[in-house]
């Protein structure tokens, strides 16, 4: 395994396109090449304070856009291949929300995860057409407020629709419902399912990152409980045994695979590379 002391507190990382990895940092944006990180700045974009580089997710979209969710600066759009930067608002009443996470789907929609403010969906025309993307709120099941589903960390959407949901605390984040942990959710049907520490081999209710692999997986980063995968074909969701011992309590925060590699970041351990995870 591989450290990398200068990405220490990093937040989020993805990889766009062309295999360049991207790194959140509560000092702004990295690119690492594979062999140099280089800092991009956007400090005069966005809301004044010291929040407005405080990256929390980065995701890249089909378009080739690198979608950056900031503590309280909103979210900001910077397509890869042109470099134009978009500032995207979140609705008034949230204005100042911390945004969490953000996917994107293939029928086109960009899902937008909050602490405070549940779930946004971005929906609209390119923001290279210079059409505003407009944010709505998801209407959450009844039960939302009772398992914390208003202050979510991470989110995806599966191919049948569901939401997944992972809740509690994270960097700088408190759990404000006594109850929280993983849910899968479809907004149709409302089917709902829970799974914490009391029902499933979760050690920690703080579920940080959701990110799915190319093998029918789904990847769940606990903050303070390491790694988990739910696996699709078994319907069954289990502890990953590979797991190095000093990340089996790390304050997980993103998770990248790639190939035989898989890129761990935390809050407390830095930046990881965890090569022949398979």
Do not use: C, M
């Not at 220490?8 to 295999?19: A, K, R, W, Y």
């Not at 959450?140 to 960390?153: K, Q, W």
């Amino acid at each position: 395994a591989k450290q990398f002391p200068e990405l220490n507190v990093s937040t989020s990382v993805v990889q766009d396109q062309q295999g360049f990895l991207w790194i959140g940092t509560q000092n702004g944006v990295f690119r690492f090449d594979g062999r140099s990180v280089n800092h991009i700045a956007f400090a005069d974009r966005g809301a004044e304070g010291d929040h407005r580089q405080w990256v929390t997710t980065l995701s890249v979209d089909p378009q080739q856009r690198l979608w950056i969710g900031t503590r309280a600066a909103g979210v900001f759009v910077l397509h890869l291949v042109t470099g134009a930067w978009h500032a995207l608002a979140l609705p008034a009443d949230v204005a100042n929300a911390e945004v969490t996470h953000i996917v994107h789907d293939s029928d086109g929609y960009s899902w937008v995860a909050t602490h405070g403010a549940g779930v946004l969906r971005a929906s609209g025309a390119s923001v290279d057409a210079k059409v505003a993307i407009v944010l709505e709120a998801v209407p959450l099941p009844s039960t939302a407020d009772v398992v914390g589903a208003r202050d979510i960390n991470s989110l995806w959407r599966d191919s049948e629709g569901y939401l997944w949901l992972g809740t509690g605390a994270a960097p700088l984040r408190k759990q404000n419902s006594r109850h929280a942990g993983l849910l899968r959710w479809h907004p149709v049907t409302q089917d709902l399912q829970w799974f914490h520490p009391d029902n499933s081999v979760l050690t920690q209710a703080s579920i940080s990152i959701l990110r799915p692999d190319s093998h029918g997986n789904l990847w769940i980063g606990a903050y303070g409980g390491g790694l988990y995968r739910y696996r699709f074909d078994r319907h069954q969701l289990e502890a990953w045994p590979a797991l190095p011992s000093a990340l089996a309590k790390g304050l997980v925060t993103d998770i990248v695979l790639q190939d035989d590699r898989l890129w761990v970041s935390s809050y407390d351990l830095g930046f990881w590379l965890l090569e022949d995870w398979l």
